[in-house]
Nanobody
Framework: QVQVVESGGGTVQPGGSLRLSCAASGRTLSSYAVGWFRQAPGKEREFVASISRSGTYIDYAESVKGRFTISRDNAEATVYLQMNSLKPEDTAVYFC?????????????????????????RGQGTQVTVST
């Protein structure tokens, strides 16, 4: 079972940028779809972005589309979330999660879900604060 760890969180002013990383240990990440989620204080966890194992399928929440970019480097077993034009409402704990692609090794590719409960391996989260 792969394990994932997030890093790269911090405090930034509105309009600033951060890049989050989701690193894998225990197994290669190349057979997994990866999703980013976030949870703000007093709110439910919400989907942010996802990427399939080869990067064929990429999905973004409407609230971050055009500002956030998800990418992956399978050689480095890392998935990134580049966050630009950050807003105070982006303040949250950000989690990455991995879901094994059962089509791994074939020409088919699993299209990742937006549902947190469908992901097998989940990180502990990294805090992102957007504030003046």
């Amino acid at each position: 079972q792969v394990q994932v760890v997030e890093s790269g969180g911090g405090t930034v002013q509105p309009g600033g940028s951060l890049r989050l990383s989701c690193a894998a240990s225990g197994r290669t990440l190349s057979s997994y779809a990866v999703g980013w989620f976030r949870q703000a204080p007093g709110k439910e966890r919400e989907f942010v972005a996802s990427i399939s194992r080869s990067g064929t399928y990429i999905d973004y929440a409407e609230s971050v589309k055009g500002r956030f970019t998800i990418s992956r480097d399978n050689a480095e077993a890392t998935v990134y979330l580049q966050m630009n034009s950050l807003k105070p409402e982006d303040t949250a704990v950000y989690f990455c999660a991995a879901s094994y692609d059962t089509y791994s090794g074939s020409s088919y590719e699993y299209r990742p879900t937006r549902l947190w409960r469908k992901y097998d391996a989940r990180g502990q989260g990294t805090q992102v604060t957007v504030s003046t």
